[in-house]
Nanobody, 115 residues
Framework: QVQLVESGGGLVQPGGSLRLSCAAS????????MNWYRQTPGKQREMVAAITGGGNTNYADSAKGRFTVSRDNAQKTVFLQMNSLKPEDTAVYYC?????????WGQGTQVTVSS
């Protein structure tokens, strides 16, 4: 079982930045693909960004050019740097770890973009 703990959410004004972190409990963190998802009430959870164990990244169109996903395998942590935030980025953000058929989710961190 892998435990994931997100942090870094909060309230930010439009145009501002936040950096989310997700710390994992597994000793083999480096081989997991790590993903960031977000969800708003009444909507399906959507993928925002992904990073493989080898460092390849992928972004949703809504995140391209504004968000950057990175990982520190020594710290067993994945990050999501979010810049130029918009009100429509308001959501609960979840990290997820995938290795084959094994999928683990964190409990989420709230991001609110509002003036």
């Amino acid at each position: 079982q892998v435990q994931l703990v997100e942090s870094g959410g909060g309230l930010v004004q439009p145009g501002g930045s936040l950096r989310l972190s997700c710390a994992a409990s597994t000793s083999i963190f480096s081989i997991y693909t790590m993903n960031w998802y977000r969800q708003t009430p009444g909507k399906q959870r959507e993928m925002v960004a992904a990073i493989t164990g080898g460092g390849n990244t992928n972004y949703a169109d809504s995140a391209k050019g504004r968000f950057t996903v990175s990982r520190d395998n020594a710290q067993k942590t994945v990050f999501l740097q979010m810049n130029s935030l918009k009100p429509e980025d308001t959501a609960v953000y979840y990290c997820n770890a995938v290795l084959g058929m094994k999928i683990y989710w964190g409990q989420g961190t709230q991001v609110t973009v509002s003036s």
